[in-house]
């Protein structure tokens, strides 16, 4: 046991802190999930891989470093303590790249991720529709299968796709076998005959449309595919195999990747100078909560190093992986209403922590809501038994 | 000893709750709203202004204003379920400021613009100060009269003045809630500026801790409607929302969590009534002349009411964080009412003293006192342990 | 609405302050739960029916007052408030008497009633058995008929009899119709086929097991039944019948009856005294927590109180009284835990708090845990659908 | 950064796991209970003491004793697993005070009685001084040495002494924990009493201060041990528990229940490791001659400490909670085993500072001040309500 970094990794952390002192944006730059902030957010990323640092942890080939998991927690902490701005390709880097790295062919794994790297092409996600959320195995869109063209015609709704209306590419979910009806296989299941595709949106028969979220940014939007054709290369992972594959993007998205214990670390660290700065101190019993904030932020913290530190022994997270999303996701809910409290009458104009409290609250929603998380590690952990 | 709502009160519910029902929909809520570039439309205040002349013309307005003077005479706790309905609808206009805050004070000096604003033809907005030190007005983009509590003292012969919006020199603010019509002041008023309401500082601050206390209550109803509108848009989603082939609603953490929401609202309503029959008998309206005396009934009114709010706070913001998870990721979105009603709840659970300020309250009539930062911080650990 | 008592319920509550303060033991008894302090207790329970306390609001005759629900609270609130005994009778009281009020015979309630009231005949609920708790129709002791003696052979086992080591009588549910195997009437459900049976402890065949509780009480007992007569005068509410008189008593036992406000308003004095007397004053953290114990107390009174406003006009509380239950039972523990953070070290030595707290932990599971009753809550005040 | 736990401690663990689990059962635990007269019974007592032996023969009572002086010469960090072990089993000693608080100090001294400690023959507790100014020495009736901290200035020469039991004038007492052994000072100790462990007023507090901190961390381990055994005693029971014709654990609120503590207790652990490594590292030891120097690591080492502290106790008081819900009614009498280690847990959470206390300390660090009590008294209403 070791809790301190290596000279390798200080020196890694020295050199990615002196980067962003130098080329974080002084002044904050509009909202991603706008169209204008958007297109900043790109110019920022482009930046960022200029100097590689966009995908530290992926080949060099693509533009990476391939920056040890340590290291990439490391500049993840460097990049939250900077205040440098969101990742809007976090979508393709940290859900969809994970799962191409893993299933796509050479051809694919070169197609992609030197664009996604490079902020060329931008990945929303297609996951939820209208009448499936948390229940992905209820999905409707389907994809027909196009012999003569070589490919598949999708159709159908995705909802609540984060940035949607501002990317390039989507990937998804789409039922290539009917499980009911004329020509249905009854045997496939609910979860079977599911095939994950990368559709461009800029495709003929896709529709988007944007819509606005509770923080008020444009940031989710509605896709509809009206017989929208996307050749075979454009399948990850097989025909058929989509549960299998969006489960391990699932697990991905839920696990480490996204949530870097950084980022908290950096938020408890405002709120605490929130507190200071508040005239003639916080109220005694803010205080307690601005405490816990920073004991959460260091808890979940150790609880990712020593789960790194198991990753790289070769024991996977696996279900374990639900338990980082529930504590983030409930901590960062939490942080954040006592900042707002903190700021008492003044918290309800718009600002970095009203609009960071309005974010927080999707936390315990998306990626599998906070209810499923729990069931999974009841069941899955626990060993309890399903209903 | 009876806990059964007077006539009174009963009538002036179903009178104006008639005109709620139809007239305040979440439409009008949105009205108030500002557009893409944040500015109010003047369309739609002119809507909402519509609709608040029609509860005028119930009398809603001069509810707590003699009738001598063009209103209805009746007391605070006769309002209270009143305005629990004006929060269950989400009405965009500062009416516990307007009814509740300022009526008996313009009535009290004879001002020249009471039949006006009985008639439902002028709103008016209060003023506050945050930690900050920044001067908000709630409401202030929107209104037609202002009073500036902090200000009662400022003027060279001492008192509590209204004053028109124009007076007054401020800047809109972008906040949570768009229809809060938020506005700061920009600089002092003048001295000559507004009318005086009550004159001279003693007399000034007792009227306008008088009317604190009154909209504090006022706004722990406004919560408690607030929270049950939440609760009821959720238990109709969640009835009918299928996921996993049966409705959300029968699992039994959305039920669980529904009903301890539930519960807290159950619970805030009683003490919000109580607190405003506590208030009626035992007015600290500090409207005669001379020095107010705070009698241990007016105290115990000031209890009941700060109970109150806690209890309301608290429930509404249990209310709205349930009420957005049992809904997932249809909550997170501006074109679902839901945000209409958190946001408003939010808004108001620091208004008037948040929970945190009217626990303090508390506990010093209760008599309890802290601990002293010094002798906590020189004790050795083992002694320190025990504190 | 009038929130102040009559001048007869006030005479009320004076008598029976004077009277208490008087006759209440100045040493706190030996624990009601133990043989010791059992015997003492019903010392004091004839007492209190000789100078007609017992049962204030049961008929003359019976060695009542005939006082009404509010008096009847008035007597619970100064009960408390002068740290009188615990009820060892309660559960005849409370939850026996009700029934044999609704359900019995006249012949019934004169053979009963009064021996109960003076003390003379002791009452042990005969619900749980170990293979059935929240699940009451799961019940298998069950009673066979005797025509020949013209009576009922019950056996079976009985658990978490409160008291029942010390008490002379038990009333509890046994299946008079076999729901499956020979003979058997499948149509009866399984909520059919129960009868509610008043049973000696002395009659031949019954053997009672004592053992102990949390708090070190011998508190409870199995009572095992082993060809059991009873004649058919202690079936109360006629044959197959059990089910729904019993549910008219858990209604009572979960309502009003058992768990009056003046209890926790007593209990959050006391706390609050215990954090004035903490030398150097409260944690600030803990002061919070205390204050809301002092809030939660009287949200709880004036929830109570406006029940009973209600009821006097007829409208039952029904599955409402599921919220009384989930707010007391809940409150109390957060109260017991306060109180042990502010003993700190201190609160691990055996006394009033510490008793408490282990006796508070029950609350929530007895009487129909607080997840059934959130199911209540949830299916029947919100109508959620049923799993 | 690695969080794989050393050789060093794995083989500790491994050593005196077997032992543990072999001998340290639920019955061993009850042998260390009062009779009924609340006397300890020494048949029991010998019996827990026997165990001690065999522990100690695989050197756990000298594992950070230097080999030297017939110790493991391992570091605190080592000895977290082993301690969290010795929690699950619930073992009726003061090992953390043996092991981690005085150990080191005998050593150091060159104590005589070290031989007989290492050989498990010599059991030491730890005085404590509670708010009410009580000095309290949990397993006082069972210990051979007794360290009292508070006492290391007040005889002539200044100094932490240690006492032979027989040295000290005490009462026991009766705690709700009965194997903790408590025993009450019942007057302070002579002046030529015990022998010296470190001299002089400035060396002896440093010293004492160190000792306390490591047992502060020696006691979350303790306390992450015992929730985690009480979660897996309910994981267990609610498998096979059967309601309503299923098993209790397949309901969504259980899950959730459990899930929620689990989720503390997971989080807790590797705090505890951190903090045990932190102390390893930077020992703030005060062994050393001359007035100690508190250098910026070893405050962090402290910090570390009170962050584990924090954690580890609130989920030993959340898995206390959920485990006794989750169980029901059997959870509530002392024939099942839970209530063994959910006592100890209580004990254990306000020992060597409380999470209140743990809080407080890691405010100061963060430069978090009060808000002083006269400022927010002086307020006005609206002024304070923007505090």
Request: glycine residues 10%; charged residues 20%.
């Amino acid at each position: 046991m070791d809790l301190t970094w290596s000279d390798e990794d200080e020196a890694f952390r020295a050199e990615a802190r002196a980067w962003l002192s130098a080329n974080v944006p002084a002044a904050p730059l509009p909202s991603g999930d706008t169209r204008e902030g958007f297109t900043a957010h790109l110019e920022w990323e482009t930046k960022l891989f200029d100097a590689r640092w966009a995908v530290v942890s992926w080949p060099k080939r693509y533009g990476g470093r391939e920056a040890s998991l340590w290291q990439w927690l490391v500049f993840e902490e460097e990049y939250a303590r900077a205040g440098a701005p969101q990742r809007v390709t976090q979508n393709g880097i940290f859900l969809l790249a994970p799962t191409v790295f893993e299933f796509g062919t050479p051809e694919q794994q070169e197609r992609i991720l030197p664009r996604m790297a490079a902020g060329l092409d931008t990945w929303a996600q297609g996951w939820s529709e209208p009448g499936a959320g948390s229940d992905l195995a209820g999905l409707r869109s389907a994809g027909v299968r196009d012999d003569e063209r070589g490919g598949w015609r999708l159709s159908g709704q995705k909802t609540w796709t984060t940035r949607g209306a501002f990317c390039t590419h989507l990937f998804g979910l789409f039922r290539t076998t009917a499980t009911s009806g004329p020509g249905a296989d009854p045997a496939a299941g609910r979860h079977r005959g599911l095939t994950y595709f990368l559709v461009p949106l800029d495709a003929p028969g896709v529709t988007v449309r944007g819509f606005d979220r509770l923080d008020g940014d444009e940031g989710f939007a509605e896709v509809f595919l009206d017989d929208v054709f996307v050749p075979d290369e454009n399948v990850l992972g097989g025909v058929g195999k989509g549960w299998q594959v969006a489960m391990a993007t699932t697990g991905s998205e839920r696990g480490l990747t996204l949530r870097p214990p950084g980022r908290f670390l950096a938020t408890a660290n405002r709120l605490v100078e929130l507190a200071r700065s508040v005239p003639g101190g916080a109220s005694p019993a803010l205080r307690d909560r601005v405490v816990q904030a920073h004991i959460d932020a260091r808890a979940y913290q150790l609880f990712t190093l020593h789960q790194v530190s198991g990753m790289l022994r070769g024991r996977q997270p696996g279900p374990a992986s639900s338990m980082n999303k529930l504590f983030w996701s409930e901590m960062d809910v939490r942080i954040h209403e006592t900042a707002l409290d903190l700021l008492g009458e003044g918290g309800e104009v718009d600002g970095a922590w009203s609009r960071g409290f309005l974010f927080s609250l999707s936390g315990p929603i998306y990626a599998g809501t906070n209810e499923i998380q729990r069931n999974v590690v009841a069941e899955r952990l626990l060993g309890l038994p399903r209903a | 000893m009876d806990f059964e709502l007077d006539q009174e009160a009963v009538a002036l519910l179903a009178a104006a709750g008639a005109v709620l029902d139809a007239e305040a929909t979440p439409d009008l809520i949105r009205a108030a709203w500002p557009d893409g570039g944040q500015r109010l439309r003047p369309a739609g205040l002119e809507q909402v202004r519509k609709v608040w002349v029609t509860l005028a013309d119930q009398g809603v307005v001069g509810a707590l204003v003699g009738e001598d003077d063009g209103g209805l005479g009746l007391d605070l706790g006769h309002t209270v379920p009143l305005l629990e309905r004006i929060g269950y609808v989400g009405l965009p206009v500062p009416a516990v400021e307007t009814i509740v805050y300022a009526a008996p004070l313009l009535a009290a000096a004879g001002h020249p613009a009471l039949p006006d604003m009985l008639a439902g033809r002028a709103l008016v907005a209060v003023g506050t100060t945050t930690a900050a030190g920044k001067t908000l007005v709630p409401h202030g983009q929107q209104a037609d009269l202002v009073i500036l509590p902090e200000d009662r003292a400022s003027p060279p012969e001492g008192g509590l003045r209204v004053f028109a919006a124009g007076e007054l020199a401020w800047e809109p603010v972008t906040t949570v809630d768009g229809a809060r019509a938020l506005a700061r002041l920009a600089g002092p008023p003048t001295d000559d500026a507004g009318t005086v309401l009550v004159r001279g500082p003693e007399a000034a601050r007792a009227a306008a801790d008088a009317a604190w206390w009154r909209a504090a209550l006022g706004t722990s109803a406004v919560l408690v409607g607030l929270a049950a509108r939440m609760l009821s848009i959720t238990i109709a989603y969640v009835k009918q929302r299928q996921q996993f082939g049966v409705p959300v609603g029968s699992f039994q953490a959305i039920k669980h969590a529904l009903a301890s929401a539930h519960i807290a609202v159950e619970f805030a309503r009683p003490a919000v009534l109580a607190a405003g029959w506590e208030q009626a008998r035992f007015p600290a309206d500090g409207l005669a002349a001379g020095p107010p005396r705070a009698t241990q009934d007016a105290q115990e009114a000031q209890d009941a009411t700060s109970v109150a709010k806690v209890l309301a706070a608290d429930a509404a913001r249990l209310a709205a964080r349930a009420s957005i998870q049992c809904h997932g990721a249809i909550a997170y979105t501006t074109e679902y009412d839901l945000h209409l009603f958190a946001k408003r709840a939010w808004a108001l659970i620091p208004a008037y003293g948040d929970p945190t300020w009217h626990r303090a309250h508390l506990a010093r009539g209760l008599g309890l006192r802290d601990a002293t930062a010094g002798a906590t911080a020189a004790a050795a650990p083992q002694q320190r342990a025990a504190m």
